[in-house]
Nanobody
């Protein structure tokens, strides 16, 4: 059983940056697709970004393309989300997620396809 723990959330001003980290324990996730979702107050959880197990393929929501970068370190069993040019619409609880891996180029991840979740970390962007 995989246990995910997110960190790095907090309060930041609009235009600022944050880096989220997610550490996995319980087993290696080096062959799983890892990603991030977020849920804003009163809204449904939505996809943010995902990365293939080989890190050769990434996938982003249109709303974060060019501002967010997902990366992973299979030695550390971790995934990261660098968030730049943050705006108040990015305010949400950010969840780390994993999906059992397939090909080295597969970075597809949907809400219904997630196999395990973290508990979330709150990101608040002030205007």
């Amino acid at each position: 059983q995989v246990h995910l723990v997110e960190s790095g959330g907090g309060l930041v001003q609009a235009g600022g940056s944050l880096r989220l980290s997610c550490a996995a324990s319980g087993r290696t996730v080096s062959r799983d697709i890892l990603g991030w979702f977020r849920q804003a107050p009163g809204k449904e959880r939505e996809f943010v970004a995902a990365i293939s197990w080989s890190a050769s393929s990434t996938n982003y929501a249109d709303s974060v393309k060019g501002r967010f970068t997902i990366s992973r370190d299979n030695v550390k069993n971790s995934v990261y989300l660098q968030m730049n040019s943050l705006n108040p619409e990015d305010t949400a609880v950010y969840y780390c997620a994993g999906r059992y891996g397939s090909s080295r180029y597969d970075s597809g991840m949907s809400l219904g396809g997630v196999n395990y979740w973290g508990q979330g970390t709150l990101v608040t962007v002030s205007s």
